[in-house]
């Protein structure tokens, strides 16, 4: 009789599988269902007319005019066949690029737009839709830009709204003195600038909490620009607040290209340099020194002091830097859209443009898309006000603020902020 020995074995490494995300798949499902049902089966009877040419384009284009039930029931099967896609996707655990959402979330804003405009044989005017996106996006891209760069190095800055808000002020005030707009877009750095000395007076000196400090200096920003508005503007207007505007200066051939030209091509100044602060920060925040060492200071400011890296100072030059920023930002209110300065004229931008860093994940290029869809969804709410909608006028004036608390509410997934934001650094 033999003895068999029989060896057993136990895994030591269990394969670990992820959850199936299903957030996505059920919001575009939804989204789907609404088009095709609402938009497409239900719909509106009528012609809906998208504009895409504008004077002075290269060449044109005709109107696109189609039935807004069809327009419906095309673009619904198109966003229920990439529902199902998307929960392929899922179940089988997959990965799909960025261009999926932007791609969906096109398609269902074009049937919502074929829908809106049925009935009343509304016109779309799709250039100026995308142009008021745009200007309407340039204060919350700085903004975005302005707290990236903070909380990058361990700032939390919620003062971006009074530095947005001094900003305009300085720039309207300087412009109408020396009465020439170019005067008040260098000065409106400069007040931006003055609001992060403060900040970080408190916040790196004293150790202050950031998010008060942030707060106080919001109110106080609003206090001191309504108070010199009451008594000093409204006195002489015309020496103090007259309008001032950039001119907008078009790129040859580029602001001739139709849609994209007139949008991205022909602006003014002001306009130009906020596409090359994004790409500047897009490099330099990552592939260059300046880029590790906030981002050092913002993640492990002892490792960073231990390299000999001055972790305060570090933080004091950025925060300044990106009060400047947002300055520049605030001027765009002003000087940049031809307006004279009126009491809390940033409303709210600066809290939004927070939320569109956070929706960026800290990440230049993230927070400018975010910025972008914040302008586009207030954009889109002006021009279904005046081709006149179905949609309460209330509906579409809470559209950017719906859109907002989504994305703070974590919506796209969890972000991790810079490890040491908001923490005092003390040797």
Not at 79 to 97: C, E, F, H, N, W
Not at 148 to 163: M, Y
């Amino acid at each position: 009789m033999t003895a068999q020995t029989v060896e057993t074995t136990s895994p030591t490494h269990a394969k670990v599988v992820a959850p199936i995300a299903w957030k996505f798949p059920i919001v575009y499902s939804i989204l789907a269902l609404v088009s095709f049902v609402f938009f497409g089966l239900i719909g509106r009877d009528g012609e809906t007319t998208f504009r895409v040419a504008s004077g002075g384009d290269l060449f044109a284009i005709p109107d696109l005019v189609v039935s807004s039930t069809a327009a419906g029931l095309t673009l619904g099967i198109l966003l229920v066949i990439m529902a199902a896609v998307s929960v392929y996707v899922a179940m089988r655990r997959l990965s799909i690029g960025s261009w999926f959402p932007m791609l969906f979330g096109i398609l269902f804003v074009l049937s919502f737009l074929a829908w809106a405009g049925g009935g009343s044989g509304g016109v779309i005017p799709l250039t100026t839709l995308l142009a008021g996106a745009l200007a309407l996006s340039v204060p919350l891209i700085f903004g975005a830009m302005c707290g990236l760069v903070g909380e990058r190095s361990g700032i939390i800055n919620i003062a971006i709204e009074g530095q947005l808000l001094a900003g305009a002020f300085l720039a309207a005030v300087v412009a109408s003195v020396v009465k020439n707009p170019y005067a008040g877009l260098l000065a409106a750095p400069i007040a931006g600038a003055l609001v992060a000395v403060i900040l970080t007076f408190f916040a790196v000196k004293y150790w202050v909490n950031q998010i008060i400090i942030g707060v106080v200096l919001n109110v106080l920003v609003v206090g001191v620009t309504s108070f010199l508005y009451s008594t000093v503007l409204t006195e002489d207007p015309g020496l103090w607040n007259s309008r001032q505007k950039l001119p907008d200066l078009p790129i040859p051939l580029l602001s001739d290209i139709p849609v994209l030209g007139r949008v991205l091509f022909d602006q003014n100044i002001l306009v130009y340099i906020m596409y090359v602060v994004v790409i500047a920060l897009q490099i330099f925040v990552f592939r260059s020194k300046w880029g590790l060492r906030m981002r050092a200071v913002g993640e492990h400011p002892k490792a960073a002091d231990t390299v000999g890296i001055k972790v305060n100072l570090t933080r004091v030059r950025n925060t300044l830097l990106a009060g400047a920023i947002a300055g520049l930002g605030g001027a765009f209110f002003t000087v940049g859209s031809g307006l004279a300065f009126g009491k809390e004229m940033s409303a709210g931008q600066g809290y939004i443009a927070l939320a569109a860093m956070i929706l960026g994940k800290w990440n230049p290029k993230g927070a400018l898309m975010a910025a972008l869809l914040f302008g586009f969804s207030k954009s889109l709410g002006n021009t279904l006000q005046s081709i006149g909608t179905p949609v309460a006028n209330e509906l579409l004036l809470m559209l950017p603020y719906i859109v907002t608390v989504f994305a703070v509410a974590g919506f796209v997934g969890r972000v991790r902020p810079p490890a040491a934001e908001g923490v005092p650094y003390v040797k």
